[in-house]
């Protein structure tokens, strides 16, 4: 059976909605802020054994309530479940060429000990313009090509061996390439922000020279980097005597100050030219309000870049309920550790980001909402899945698959393709009509030759509850369509063993095929385990010839003492069917989470309706799950 995936660049989170009510009027907003805070002793040593009561955090100057804590390798996401992504940039501009070598050596090493699965890298230059090498992989081979693809000289002419080109040119067009390096880390940040999981950007750069409009740069990139999420890591690859050229003296620039009501400003309209002159204090500003760390090369870049590395798996997520704010506005905030001789790194600010709602406000999008009120049921037809895996206690992300019959669309002939458009709505409401999610996309399929599905893939976040959730649709002249049902997702309370929804897949890849383009034009996790990813099927349907699996996620267990049971129970009947025995899955390399995806025994059954049952024990508890599905 043919088909085609589409996903649009687009990741929405709404928590807390407006009140539905005949006619409801949704609105949709963040409602959970989450700051990656790293605490380190005295020593330098990261520290493991803080609780939400050691944290203090202030928006604005006023403090915060924290509503949860999570530290990285005691929830989902440490090393193999949220996604890493990390983007090496090569400011080629201001490296020798000597430079360029050293550090793309040091930097191979680095993804040789750094990339894998759910630890994506991208390779990306700048040279006068922006070049993407590599996209986001997981393949330690094609990252390494790619550095040599990279490598190359300033681009403007006369680089020697010792000295960049940049040195012999005047300062104000050295200032012009400075300013427009860094307006390219911003635009790269600004690109990470619809990924899900821990983004770092690590710039490697060999100084800026002096500038007396440093501080407003400063201020563009650490927005650009609040708003996404991203957390940046500037390296100085150049030897210690460069670094302390008289060039780069001058007191530390100052953080950039988030005023409620606006956008970052600086702390006054009159900083002196000096306190924006330093390279490494400069770096170490920008690393500051992003809350990365400043590596200067002291003769072994590479064990810098593996404090970057390390450092993936050793912070704390503090999330706080924000108090209503304007859409747009960053506000300044301020993490404290009630631990003497400890040290904490956090981003400085926090940005309200409006929401992506591709066709909020327009007509369809009022009519969809019309639509999705009324007791009308439409005439297209399709069918979704909504399983759920956690990001942390209080957070699931839904992992919505629909699958929607090419035959029911109205397709126009333009240039010898089949295209058509189609506009999506889904809402999830509580018990008391609140809307807590919403996301709309609109698909744009243009078919070179028939298609028979359509398929369709959108992840949202919500917290644990009962809810109903709607999912209306329409494609012009072909009319609408509507599913409805519940959406139930359990609570986890952290260190208890917990089981993710189930997801039913047809189709498999190798993990390493999940590359940085399908990463950065998706809006969803990929769903892998065992080097495997499974792609979540929209529908419970399967005939007997087609390959079937299923895919869950374990969270909290006793890795020692875990094992899991699948079993198909006839769901009429309750015979059992097909009974996978106990399997022991492989121990995690963090407790937290184990994803487990294995083959449905389809060949197996007799058409009919089928029950999944799965159940994980350890030596505190068992939890189980069901999913329905059926063969023809």
């Known amino acids: 059976m043919s088909r085609t995936s589409f996903s649009l660049f687009s990741l929405l989170l709404a928590l807390i909605g407006a009140r539905a009510q005949q006619n409801p009027v949704i609105r949709t907003e963040t409602r959970v802020v989450l700051i990656e805070t790293i605490v380190t002793d005295k020593k330098g040593?990261?520290?493991?054994?803080?609780?939400?009561?050691?944290?203090?955090?202030?928006?604005?100057?006023?403090?915060?309530?924290?509503?949860?804590?999570?530290?990285?390798?005691?929830?989902?996401?440490?090393?193999?479940?949220?996604?890493?992504?990390?983007?090496?940039?090569?400011?080629?501009?201001?490296?020798?060429?000597?430079?360029?070598?050293?550090?793309?050596?040091?930097?191979?090493?680095?993804?040789?000990?750094?990339?894998?699965?759910?630890?994506?890298?991208?390779?990306?230059?700048?040279?006068?313009?922006?070049?993407?090498?590599?996209?986001?992989?997981?393949?330690?081979?094609?990252?390494?090509?790619?550095?040599?693809?990279?490598?190359?000289?300033?681009?403007?002419?006369?680089?020697?061996?010792?000295?960049?080109?940049?040195?012999?040119?005047?300062?104000?067009?050295?200032?012009f390439r400075a300013r427009n390096m860094l307006e390219s880390v911003g635009n790269v940040a600004k690109g990470l922000g619809a990924l899900p999981g821990r983004k770092t950007l690590v710039l490697l750069t060999g100084g800026l020279g002096p500038s007396s409009a440093r501080e407003s740069e400063l201020r563009g990139v650490v927005e650009?980097?609040?708003?996404?999420?991203?957390?940046?890591?500037?390296?100085?690859?150049?030897?210690?005597?460069?670094?302390?050229?008289?060039?780069s003296a001058g007191p530390a620039p100052r953080q950039p100050n988030f005023r409620r009501g606006g956008a970052p400003q600086g702390p006054d309209?009159?900083?002196?030219?000096?306190?924006?002159?330093?390279?490494?204090?400069?770096?170490?500003?920008?690393?500051?309000?992003?809350?990365?760390?400043?590596?200067?090369?002291?003769?072994?870049?590479?064990?810098?870049?593996q404090r970057i590395g390390g450092e993936q798996t050793e912070y704390y997520v503090i999330g706080y309920t924000p108090p209503e704010s304007k859409e747009g506005i960053c506000h300044s905030l301020r993490v404290k550790i009630n631990r003497g001789g400890a040290t904490v790194r956090a981003r400085s600010a926090y940005c309200a980001t409006k929401p992506v709602d591709l066709i909020a406000g327009t007509a369809v999008a009022k009519n969809l909402e019309r639509r999705a009120a009324s007791a009308e049921t439409g005439n297209l037809q399709a069918s979704i899945q909504l399983p759920y895996f956690y990001i942390s206690p209080g957070v699931a992300r839904v992992h919505l698959a629909m699958e929607i019959p090419a035959g029911v669309l109205k397709f126009d002939k333009q240039k010898g393709n089949s295209r058509a458009e189609l506009n999506l709505l889904g809402i999830a409401t509580a018990a008391d009509r609140d809307v807590v999610a919403r996301f709309s996309d609109t698909l744009k399929l243009d078919f070179e030759s028939p298609e028979t599905t359509v398929h369709y893939e959108k992840e949202f976040k919500i917290a644990p509850g009962q809810y109903r959730f709607t999912l209306t649709f329409e494609s012009g002249a072909a009319g609408f369509g509507k599913i409805e049902g519940p959406l139930s997702v359990d609570p986890w309370n952290a260190g208890d063993l917990a089981l993710s929804g189930v997801a039913i897949s047809r189709e498999t890849h190798p993990a390493a095929d999940v590359g940085l383009v399908s990463s950065l034009l998706g809006d969803r996790t990929p769903l892998i385990a065992g080097?495997?990813?499974?792609?979540?099927?929209?529908?419970?349907?399967?005939?007997?010839?087609?390959?079937?699996?299923?895919?869950?996620?374990?969270?909290?267990?006793?890795?020692?003492?875990?094992?899991?049971?699948?079993?198909?129970?006839?769901?009429?009947?309750?015979e059992l069917k097909w009974d996978s025995g106990v399997m022991h899955p492989p121990s995690p390399p963090t407790k937290p989470r184990i994803p487990v995806g294995t083959r449905l025994p389809l060949s197996s059954l007799a058409a009919g309706t089928y029950r999944l049952e799965i159940t994980a024990s350890d030596s505190g508890k068992q939890v189980n799950r069901t999913a329905e599905f059926e063969v023809k």
Do not use: C
């Open 45 to 175: 040593e990261y520290v493991h054994d803080l609780t939400a009561k050691d944290f203090r955090v202030w928006q604005d100057g006023k403090e915060q309530a924290i509503t949860s804590l999570s530290f990285e390798a005691d929830r989902p996401g440490a090393g193999s479940g949220e996604p890493h992504f990390l983007v090496l940039f090569f400011d080629d501009t201001r490296m020798t060429a000597l430079d360029q070598a050293r550090v793309r050596l040091a930097a191979s090493r680095f993804i040789d000990a750094n990339a894998g699965p759910r630890r994506l890298m991208a390779v990306v230059s700048y040279s006068g313009s922006l070049r993407v090498a590599q996209n986001f992989t997981d393949n330690a081979g094609r990252l390494k090509d790619a550095l040599n693809r990279a490598e190359g000289s300033s681009g403007f002419g006369g680089a020697s061996p010792e000295r960049p080109a940049a040195s012999a040119t005047p300062a104000s067009a050295d200032n």
């Open 224 to 247: 650009a980097a609040s708003r996404a999420g991203v957390v940046i890591y500037p390296v100085d690859v150049r030897p210690v005597p460069v670094q302390a050229d008289p060039i």
């Open 269 to 305: 309209d009159a900083t002196p030219a000096a306190a924006v002159q330093d390279t490494g204090q400069f770096l170490a500003a920008l690393a500051n309000g992003t809350g990365g760390l400043f590596v200067r090369e002291s003769g072994d870049l590479l064990a810098g870049l």
């Open 531 to 574: 080097g495997v990813q499974f792609v979540p099927f929209g529908s419970n349907r399967f005939a007997r010839s087609e390959p079937g699996f299923f895919y869950v996620e374990v969270y909290d267990p006793d890795p020692a003492e875990l094992t899991l049971r699948a079993r198909v129970l006839d769901h009429e009947t309750g």
